[in-house]
């Protein structure tokens, strides 16, 4: 009997005998825990480092946009050469429509800046929020994980 025991552990089969049955499966279902555990923590890894390279691409988006708007718009009067001169001379009408059109878009441009340095700003402040919570996300994910650990090589030992 003894010997038909050991032949079928041997095997890889599991014991008849309950109480030996309940310890393995006890410290499989630990080791399959842990395993488990450990997996769950490198997916949580995976997902905070999508946000984080998420975060940095739109902080360098928003470093692009602040770099570009400080740079000056470099609206100048408009210079007509003297053919257009002379056939905007002709048609009064025109010469006002395009005075009046030019005059507009450097209202409309200034406002545009004026809106894009508000929206500079409400983006990083924006961005320093996600950037603290997703830092405050990965310290409590990590204490978590940790304290899981602890707990199963506890309830192991």
Do not use: W
């Not at 032949?7 to 310890?23: T, V």
């Not at 009067?77 to 005059?103: C, G, V, W």
């Not at 924006?126 to 994910?141: G, I, P, Q, S, Y």
């Amino acid at each position: 009997m003894e010997e038909r025991r050991r032949k079928s552990i041997s095997r890889g089969r599991r014991s008849s005998c309950p109480h030996e049955q309940g310890n393995r499966n006890t410290e499989d279902d630990f080791k399959s825990e842990i395993r488990n555990q450990k997996n769950y923590k490198k997916q949580l890894q995976r997902e905070i480092d999508d946000y984080k390279n998420l975060i940095n691409d739109e902080k360098n988006r928003l470093e692009e946009a602040l770099r570009l708007e400080k740079e000056p718009l470099n609206i100048k009067e408009i210079e007509f050469t003297d053919d257009e001169l002379q056939f905007l001379n002709e048609r009064p009408n025109y010469s006002a429509m395009a005075k009046e059109i030019h005059k507009a878009f450097i209202i409309t441009s200034e406002i545009a800046s004026k809106k894009i340095e508000n929206l500079s700003s409400e983006a990083k402040l924006l961005d320093d929020k996600l950037e603290n919570a997703f830092k405050r996300a990965d310290d409590v994910l990590e204490s978590f994980v940790q304290a899981e650990e602890n707990k199963l090589e506890r309830l192991l030992k």
